[in-house]
């Protein structure tokens, strides 16, 4: 089952490289054509990181193990006695994704299609589990662990200090001639305007008994 062949080591290598670098790109197309795609990502991505990388790494790592020795390894061993080959390959990979329906989630049950669908055909034509289980350890720490890292890491490392910078003029002339205000020809006056600062004024502007005059 895991003969190391160069057939197998090089096509474990490429499978696994080439689904990481093609699963970004697809899932930017779904999420345009199917509407909460993202949400529901992030929701499988905030359960991920629940348990640190540490601890998840060496589980992930033998589960992947353990996927591939069974579904891969043991049950298309036996059905390849006494089914067709194509019908063999078709139970391995219906098995292999309703053994996810624990998970609650069609994303995973998608995933788990076509990922075992890639998986099995690569053990049918290497005839080793080596190929599959390199692509399979490539493509799911990089994918599932390590973004949720990557998204850890940013999440907690400190923020630059901020600084202020002005993008606009510090102050503004409006065009035209200086505001002329039709005052009356005694007494005085005064307008202020919040942001922009004085109007116009008349008169000697000295203190004076008055009324209830000056308007904000």
């Not at 990502?41 to 992930?60: C, D, H, K, M, N």
């Not at 065009?175 to 005064?190: R, T």
Request: one cysteine or more; hydrophobic letters at 55%; a neutral charge.
């Amino acid at each position: 089952w895991f003969v190391p062949t160069r057939q197998a080591v090089l096509g474990g290598l490429g499978v696994g490289v080439g689904m990481t670098l093609l699963t970004y790109p697809a899932y930017a197309a779904l999420r345009a054509l199917v509407p909460g795609l993202e949400g529901r990502v992030a929701v499988l991505y905030l359960s991920a990181r629940e348990t640190s990388l540490g601890l998840a790494l060496p589980w992930v790592l033998a589960i992947i193990a353990a996927e591939e020795l069974l579904w891969r390894g043991a049950l298309l061993e036996v059905l390849a006695r006494r089914v067709p080959p194509p019908l063999a390959l078709g139970v391995s990979v219906a098995s292999y994704a309703a053994a996810q329906l624990g998970t609650g989630s069609w994303i995973v049950m998608l995933l788990a299609i076509v990922c075992g669908i890639i998986w099995t055909l690569q053990r049918h034509l290497t005839g080793t589990l080596l190929s599959p289980l390199i692509a399979h350890v490539i493509w799911t720490p990089i994918v599932i662990l390590l973004v949720v890292a990557f998204a850890i890491v940013q999440a907690v490392r400190p923020l630059p200090t901020p600084s202020l910078v002005l993008t606009a003029e510090e102050s503004y002339t409006f065009k035209g001639d200086k505001v002329s205000l039709p005052w009356p020809a005694e007494g005085q006056g005064w307008m202020d305007v919040n942001g922009i600062g004085t109007v116009d004024s008349f008169g000697e502007q000295k203190p004076v008994a008055i009324g209830s005059v000056a308007k904000a």
